[in-house]
């Protein structure tokens, strides 16, 4: 009765959850950074004022923000992965491998 849903169990470890917070935001930050400089260019459509402000900031501090986006991925997943046993509930493996550790 008191079985948890596999859904909620994926989402109790908050380093998985900031993980994906931290991904989406690197994707849609590069997918901004791709077409910024189209914002720039005189074509056709007039870009307007605050897309033509955006791609601006972009351009000029979009590289500093994708590395710290991707440090930002790189941190949460080697925590995500860490301590997914700490979060996943499975108290049975982790006494294990720490009395397998201690030699008893």
């Not at 909620?8 to 935001?25: D, G």
């Not at 690197?26 to 402000?53: D, K, Q």
């Amino acid at each position: 009765m008191t079985r948890r849903s596999r859904g909620l169990k994926a989402f109790s470890n908050p380093f998985y959850v900031a993980l994906l917070v931290f991904s989406t935001v690197f994707v849609i930050a590069t997918l901004g950074y791709l077409v910024s400089p189209f914002a720039l260019v005189e074509g056709r459509m007039a870009a307007g004022g605050r897309s033509r402000e955006l791609a601006i900031w972009l351009d000029q501090k979009g590289p500093i923000l994708l590395g710290v986006l991707f440090g930002m991925m790189l941190i949460t997943s080697l925590l995500a992965m860490a301590m997914d046993d700490w979060f996943s509930g499975d108290r049975e493996s982790t006494e294990f491998r720490d009395s397998r550790r201690a030699g008893r």
